[in-house]
């Protein structure tokens, strides 16, 4: 099995370095994926970069040149809902893009894309997998939409101008829904995983800083010990 892990920052790389020994390295496009073997599978890790764009761009290179089985996506989130607190973890079940407006181009939704899903789905036996793991170990998440923007949000003006749109969203990140997308359409089951690092709120930059290692961390524990088990 081909396994694809993606990351958005270094900082969150270096966890699963620390697990795994790379092989090797490639470049696809602009991104060089590190090439790892574990338990018989060919595990690639790469950085996606901040942002939208980022994301999809690094996405598409890989898997326009590996026949990629399954995606990983970890990192951090800002939490959307006043259950969902720092530390905890999300497992998305799906994404929409929260600086997406476009109703008044035809008969969209807020958060949609032209021509593309009101949001997308991650609904795969894969996913179902993954969570039945993280529920024989005793994990606590939550399962829930999470919304994608090209900013930070760091005020409580701009959460709750996302809330009103989207009140049922989780969780606040800017990677995300890019890579729904692409996996979307090039038919690749995507596993998403985000840990809440901040509120969302005027604090979420001195959050930011100090939590995100170790929601880093907590994330790609158990995505290595879940690969390691995978035959």
């Known amino acids: 099995m081909k396994i694809a892990i993606i990351v958005p920052m270094e900082i969150e790389a270096a966890y699963y370095r620390n697990n795994f020994n790379s092989e090797d390295k490639k470049m696809f496009g602009t991104t060089a994926f590190e090439h790892f073997s574990v338990n018989g599978n060919d595990i690639y890790l790469g950085l996606s970069g901040i942002g939208k764009v980022q994301a999809a761009m690094n996405l598409s290179s890989l898997l326009s040149n590996e026949d990629i089985d399954l995606i990983f996506m970890t990192g951090s989130a800002g939490s959307m809902d006043e259950s969902v607190h720092k530390e905890d973890l999300i497992l998305p079940n799906s994404f929409t893009y929260h600086d997406a ?131």
Request: net charge negative; proline share 4%; charged share 30%.
């Open 101 to 231: 407006h476009n109703t008044a181009a035809g008969d969209y939704v807020e958060g949609q894309i032209p021509q593309e899903p009101a949001r997308f789905e991650l609904n795969s036996p894969q996913r179902d997998k993954f969570a039945q793991y993280l529920k024989d170990q005793n994990i606590d998440f939550r399962e829930g939409l999470v919304v994608t923007g090209d900013s930070f949000i760091a005020s409580s003006k701009q959460k709750e101008e996302i809330k009103k749109n989207f009140p049922d969203a989780l969780g606040v990140e800017m990677e995300g829904a890019a890579f729904a997308q692409v996996a979307y359409h090039f038919n690749k089951p995507l596993i998403a995983m985000r840990a809440i690092s901040d509120n969302g709120d005027e604090n979420a930059d001195e959050d930011f800083d100090s939590f995100v290692k170790k929601v880093g961390a907590k994330a790609a524990k158990l995505i290595c010990n879940y690969v390691e088990e995978l035959k």
